[in-house]
């Protein structure tokens, strides 16, 4: 039966491994592994203790050995390496006193291929004073723990990327919401849009049932969170204000089947910062029915964003003055042609004195004149009206919806404004030239434009005439 087991098989002598144990004992240790960690010689030196007495067929084929002799001859191919680390718990559990052990063992064939080996060992009956018989087997595992192994480096990567990604990721479970959003399909609930704002609570109500299970270490950095278990518990700092508008977005989509979706939302750091992120929802394979794994990868573009708002402020303004430019102008000029409302009050301003104070004190001191006019210019109106610099030294306000009354109220504004900007300045004085008018029923706003510029050139030429 020992012969013909299809397990490998050992019959050993640890009597001189015991003998070895005393002389220590004797020595004071009284901890093993403690004793054996880190001291390889000393391991080595209970391994070289241990008699082969006989091994079954069994071995010699899992070995590669032709006969006992032969693999005796050879242990030290047999058990090298990791063996002396794994050999470590097997005498610790003699060393206790245990007639049985086990341990997990890595032992080599004599071609030197390695062989993952679990090892049990049991003492026989009448030996346990001397250890002199000690039955061993040895299975052969090594397919199991080559998968293990590949399964763990395969986790370890996956886990490695999940960490380490650029981008901020997050594991949710959205179980709950499913079981929400199936309650209302079962009311009878076909327009789930037009639920959401009858009930906006309901969507409210979705985003506290988010189940955040996992960030990683990018996520945490991106919202300033020192750890996770931080972010969870201000989770409602960071999906606020305008996120629920983008969330009742990725509500409908799930409603309608789709469960990978993306869109543009906007979130925020636990310390108040207005995030802009491209979101990529995705429910994982697996979980389709039910949504208890979900993927949410997040991609901050707050920087392109205010690169893109910062573009489109120039599209639209003057760099020099801050004022709208000369394109806006002509654009809402035409919009309120089309839409009103109506009496609309046209301010045209030219800027006096400008060639002059550039070509005695220089550019920049022009430039700062102009400065200073569109400071005073945007105080004066609010929005919905508009101030704009229409060319180098002419500006124009468009004041919809104003009689001319109010708009004599703003040209009042304007001169208390200009008086007390020339208090901050001594090098020049700045001087509006003004011309103002009010469109009538049916007039055309290029109509109203034209008089309100030949109203201030008029202006314009008493100020010369007055200057000279």
Known sequence: MFDLAPISLWLEDFSAVKALFERWRAEGVTLLREHLRGRPDRV????????????????LS??????????????????????LKTHIEELAQLWDGHTQFASLAVNYTLGGERLDIQLKGTVLPGHEETLARVLLSAEDVTERETARRTAARAEAYAHGLFQHSPVSLWVE???????????????????????????????????DEIRILDVNGHTLEMFGAVSKAELVANAASVFREDMLRHFREQLIDLWSGKLFHTREVVNYTLGGDMLYVHLQFSVLPGHEQDWSLVQVALTDITARKKAEAYLEYLGKHDVLTKL??????????????????????VIMIDLNNLKQVNDQLGHAAGDTLLRRAGEVLAKAVDSPNCAARI????????????????????????????????????????????????????ERLEGVVKRADELMYEAKRASDGAGR
């Open 44 to 59: 080595a030196e209970c391994s070289t203790r241990i008699r082969v007495l006989k091994v079954n067929r069994r071995t």
């Open 62 to 83: 899992l070995f590669g050995a032709r006969d006992l002799d032969h693999l005796v001859a050879n242990l030290d191919k047999v058990f090298r390496a990791d063996m």
């Open 173 to 207: 479970d959205f179980s709950t919401i499913k079981q929400l959003m199936d309650d209302v399909r079962l009311r009878g609930i076909e327009d789930f849009r037009v639920f959401t704002d009858v009930h906006p609570e309901f969507v409210q109500r979705c985003i």
């Open 324 to 345: 709208y430019n000369r394109s806006f102008y002509v654009d809402e000029l035409n919009r309120l042609e089309r839409r009103g409302p109506f009496p609309v009050t």
């Open 391 to 442: 060319g180098g030294d002419e500006f124009a306000l468009l004041l919809p919806g104003v009689d001319e009354e109010g708009g004599r109220a703003v040209m009042e504004n304007i001169a208390q404004l200009v008086t007390l900007n020339n208090q901050f300045y001594s090098t020049s004085t700045l001087s509006l030239s003004i011309g103002m008018a009010t469109s009538v029923t049916g």
